[in-house]
């Protein structure tokens, strides 16, 4: 057999292995559990053992005293809706007809701790990855997508690839240090209180930005783009959600504040990079605070926080103001951003984020994003500004305090509501049968696009964690003609 073919072959049938094993596990589960009081924990063991195992354990144990990290997990997230009301589309629709699809993310977290003391510590990572499947309509026609784990061009296929490789480097400003979770990101156990990181390498901006206890990791959490992520900040990525660049960060025991530059696409929606940053670069500056958000309302001892977050992105990016314009003058026959598109392009924005705990289970959280949406979105996805509120309820106090309701310590209950929407030069240029790299329905009666998602997490054993999601979208693409649409999902994630 070809070696190309072997190339192509491997993963999918990686994936379905793991697939097989999951679903193993998951039989093996039920039989076990069901023997099980619904009062006591699953790993009663290890809630007594000096050394408890994290929230979210994975198949197999790791060292916190190695220098070596070994990891890795797998998603399989299965999305299917209904046929919904559509009386036209266009070639970035949303597919009004029903159907289902399924993606399949794999990652290898490899990290080695290169220096190793108090005060200094630095790590060098390494993560392999590999995101097949597809998602519905191929994620187009949604600004506010169902599903984070779909690559946003699905002509790349499930060929592993680089997804980060950096150097992360600690200096501690002083001598009291604090725990700190060892991970995929970061190697060390404790830290100074006060201290400078630093990151260089290929990466991906949101995992140290905008990140929300409640509302990040689409593995255990929402599925949502919008939901996960602030839709508002168009943050600087190639197509698959990574860039080369540098972050330098300072830490103190209530206050962070964080400025990264970074690499911008070639191309809206590009895989390759431009490497000239005085043309192209995103900058991205946070400013996060924790403290009780609530104050003397509740508990002191509640956990909270508030970040704000600014971008600015240099590209070669166009106005839609100007394809609209060129399109009215009969120099082109539909409006098309890609010919007025040219180099000193600014597109800058800004965003709030915030969580709060507001019992022993329960926590709420909320972001607001705008960006001054003249230029065309470049690199996340058509959103000039958005706004969203939930929480999570964890059961591990049983549902809602009930007597004799089920204590699963790693279970989770989730809602969350987004609406987003695009600026008048941008409702223009879809109108008049513009296409966005997400958005085109070849014309546009505009409304908010409104999305309400919810879901429950099962944990099942060890690393294994089972989901059911649903999103109940009105208005996709922001087209009141269309939808409204329920997206239903049943996600299954694995950790080692």
């Not at 159907?99 to 220096?115: A, I, M, P």
């Not at 026609?141 to 150097?167: E, H, I, K, M, S």
């Not at 660049?245 to 990079?273: C, H, Q, W």
Request: net charge negative; proline share 5%.
């Amino acid at each position: 057999m070809p070696s190309s073919c072997v190339r192509k072959l491997l993963p999918q049938a990686a994936l379905r292995a793991l697939l097989a094993v999951c679903l193993i596990a998951g039989v093996r589960l039920s039989a076990q559990t069901s023997q099980k009081s619904s009062h006591q924990p699953l790993d009663t063991a290890q809630a007594d053992s000096p050394h408890p195992q994290p929230d979210t354990p994975a198949i197999f144990p790791h060292s916190d005293r190695a220098r070596y990290f070994i990891a890795g997990q797998g998603n399989i997230i299965f999305q299917a809706h209904a046929p919904f009301h559509s009386p036209y589309d266009g070639p970035n629709s949303m597919l009004s007809r029903g159907e289902y699809k399924t993606s399949l993310v794999g990652t290898l977290f490899l990290g080695y701790e290169l220096l190793k003391n108090p005060s200094r510590h630095l790590d060098l990572i390494y993560d392999e990855e590999s995101a097949g499947g597809r998602g519905i309509s191929e994620a187009l026609g949604l600004a506010g997508f169902t599903n984070l784990d779909v690559v946003r061009n699905p002509t790349l296929g499930p060929t592993p690839y680089l997804a980060r490789v950096q150097v992360h480097g600690t200096l501690g400003l002083s001598s009291k240090m604090t725990e700190a979770d060892r991970g995929p990101f970061a190697l060390a156990t404790e830290v100074p209180e006060r201290r400078i990181e630093l990151r260089v390498g290929k990466m991906g901006l949101p995992d140290t930005f905008d990140l929300n206890p409640v509302g990040t990791d689409s593995h255990l959490q929402f599925l949502n783009w919008t939901v996960d992520n602030n839709g508002a900040w168009d943050y600087a990525a190639d197509t698959r959600g990574y860039t080369w660049g540098a972050i330098a960060e300072y830490d103190d025991k209530n206050f962070s504040a964080r400025y990264g530059l970074a690499l911008m696409p070639t191309v809206a929606n590009g895989i390759d990079m431009d490497w000239a940053l005085r043309r192209a670069s995103g900058q991205n500056t946070e400013l996060e605070w924790r403290h009780n958000l609530l104050g003397s309302l509740t508990s002191p001892d509640r956990k909270g926080a508030l970040r704000l977050l600014t971008y600015t992105n240099h590209a070669h990016m166009g106005l839609y103001r100007d394809a609209v314009n060129n399109f009215l003058a009969h120099k082109i026959t539909a409006p098309d951003i890609t010919t007025v598109e040219k180099f000193g392009a600014v597109k800058y924005g800004f965003g709030l984020n915030f969580d709060q705990e507001l019992t022993d289970n329960a926590r709420a959280f909320g972001r607001f994003g705008w960006n001054e949406g003249q230029h065309e979105s470049y690199a996340y996805t058509e959103v000039d500004q958005t706004i969203e509120f939930g929480g999570d309820y964890s059961l591990a106090n049983g549902l809602f305090g009930l007597p004799g309701g089920p204590h699963r310590p790693q279970d989770k209950l989730g809602l969350a509501f987004v609406s987003n929407a695009i600026k008048r030069d941008h409702q223009n240029y879809l109108k008049l049968g513009g296409l966005g790299f997400l958005l085109g329905d070849g014309k546009l009666n505009y409304a908010r696009e409104d999305i309400l998602e919810g879901y429950y997490t099962m944990h099942a054993w060890r690393g294994l964690s089972y989901a059911l999601d649903g999103q109940f979208i009105s208005h996709p693409g922001y087209n009141q003609d269309r939808g409204p649409v329920l997206v239903e999902s049943l996600r299954m994630h694995i950790d080692f």
